[in-house]
Every structure is written in C-alpha cells, then in structure tokens.
C-alpha cells in the first residue's frame, strides 16, 4: 500500500467519501465527511513508539465523519451511520470501538470501525458528533 503513490491513495478516500456521503444521503443521515491519507513518516514513528509491525496499522486511509444532530438524536445517527459504513464494506473483527456508550477516561467520545474498503484496502472511519468534536480540541487523541 505505501509503495501506491500518495495522490493514488487519496484519491482512493476521496472516492470512498463520496460513496459514504451519498449513502448517507439516502438514510437520511445528515453528516459531513472528510478523509486523508498518513504519511510515510508518520507510520514509522507510529511503529516505533508503539513497536507495531506495518500490518498493525490500519488507518493507513481514513475517514471522519461529522454527523450534524446534536445529543441523542446525534447519537443515533452516529450509530446509523456505521450500520452504513458496514453495509457499504465488510468490517474487520475486532476493529470496532464504541467510545460513545463507553467514553475513555479523558472523556473522548466517538465510534471507530475499520473496513475492508474500496479496492480492498483497509479503511478506518471514525464517526462522531460535532459536539463530541468540538470536545477533542486540536488533535485527535490516539486510540
């Protein structure tokens, strides 16, 4: 995957979030979705610091997902959409954490899911509330 070019690979979660935006479209799930794509360097220091292998890392490709309703309707269509994301593509076992019903310590609130994504790749999508967002500040905590 990282012998794919870098603009390959972004066009990649491009195509990927428009899919996810149309069908959300569909259910009726009002969300904004952004993505991006990590960089060389970043996955290396991700593997020494936390002493991973390559194939330990999956969000290689990644999706953010804002979904615009608020409290527990925002909750709700937080949940919805990962009903979504999981009829668009295959989930991988294990690769589901739900920090909405279960906030870790530091209050981090959002959904994680990691999917075998378009052209078989793996494609991680967190999916959270604007509120829930807002709350993160500058940076998204590691998982």
Excluded: K
């Amino acid at each position: 995957m990282v012998n794919q070019p870098r603009a390959d690979r972004e066009l990649l979660v491009e195509e990927a979030g428009r899919s996810l935006a149309v069908a959300l479209e569909s259910a009726d799930i009002r969300a904004a979705v952004s993505g991006h794509t990590r960089n060389l360097h970043s996955i290396y220091e991700e593997m020494a610091r936390r002493r991973r292998e390559f194939n330990e890392i999956y969000d290689l490709n990644a999706l953010d997902v804002l979904v615009q309703r608020e409290g527990r309707e925002g909750e709700r269509d937080c949940y919805g959409t990962v009903g979504v994301i999981h009829s668009l593509w295959t989930p991988l076992p294990g690769r589901f954490r739900d920090y909405v019903a279960m906030p870790r310590f530091d209050t981090y609130r959002s959904l994680h899911t990691t999917v075998i994504g378009p052209e078989g790749r793996p494609l991680e999508i967190r999916v959270r509330t604007r509120e829930m967002d807002e709350r993160l500040g500058a940076e998204d905590p590691e998982p």
